[in-house]
């Protein structure tokens, strides 16, 4: 069964502390492993998609990185408007079905 | 980045009455759409994914005679809940993924209550 595993579920950064975002995966044959941010009350928005070991991707703060084992989000001096949960998901290929497995998510919190 | 919509964003039913959820893709043909339910402070949960022109293939546990799913143009997905119950109330989000992409672009979502 496809599982992915976010951790920590939540963490509090200062604006400008650098850290980092984890998940984990295990999938048999991964199509894609996709990054979200979501807003209180807002649908998931799209940031990122990695496809295989060793690609790298970044969008202003956010920098995402794929192993065989798991993706991380590298935020750069996080600022207040950074404060979301983000989802990770993964999607393999399920009898031609192009669903994604989420994480539980990792809420952030930059305080200023 | 691709744009999903959807109508309404808010709603309030009574109790045994049937709601009709809208989620068009806006500016892409989606192939596929999804329908997710969440819950406070949990992750999304997958209850069908729709093809146009097809049935739609519902999660284990998803009773597809009380969420209609019609996904009847590569533009529009409707999520009809029948006989809608309190706990039916949630928050409900679609997303579309375009021919030829992995990727998936979902909507603003859609507040449920049910009284």
């Known amino acids: 069964e496809d599982q992915v595993t976010q951790s920590p579920e939540a963490l509090r950064l200062q604006e400008g502390e650098s850290s980092s975002l984890n998940c984990s995966y295990t999938?048999?044959?991964?199509?894609?492993l996709f990054w979200y941010r979501q807003d209180p009350g807002k649908g998931p928005e799209f940031l990122f998609t990695?496809?295989?070991a060793g690609e790298e991707k970044e969008k202003e703060r956010l920098k995402a990185t794929l192993t065989k084992k798991e993706s991380f989000l590298h935020i750069t001096a996080p600022k207040p408007e950074d404060s979301a949960t983000y989802l990770c998901?993964?999607?393999?290929?399920?009898?031609?079905?192009?669903?994604?497995?989420f994480g539980k998510g990792m809420k952030l919190t930059v305080n200023p | 980045g691709a744009v999903v919509s959807q109508h309404p964003s808010r709603v309030i039913c009574k109790s045994g009455t049937s709601v009709k959820i809208e989620c068009r893709s806006l500016?892409?043909?989606?192939?596929?759409m999804f329908w997710y339910r969440q819950f406070p402070k949990k992750s999304l949960m997958l209850m069908a994914t729709?093809?146009?022109?097809?049935?739609?293939?519902?999660e284990q546990g998803v009773e597809k005679d009380k969420f209609l799913i019609n996904h009847a143009s590569l533009t529009l997905s409707t999520l009809t809940v029948t006989s809608a119950h309190p706990e039916d109330s949630s928050f409900y989000i679609c997303?579309?993924?375009?021919?030829?992409?992995?990727?998936?672009?979902f909507g603003p979502g859609t507040r449920l209550t049910v009284t």
């Open positions: 997303s579309a993924g375009s021919r030829g992409g992995y990727e998936q672009y």
């Open positions: 729709s093809n146009e022109g097809s049935k739609a293939t519902y």
């Open positions: 990695l496809y295989s």
């Open positions: 999938v048999s044959g991964l199509r894609g």
């Open positions: 500016d892409f043909q989606a192939t596929t």
């Open positions: 998901a993964v999607q393999a290929p399920q009898g031609g079905s192009e669903k994604l497995v």
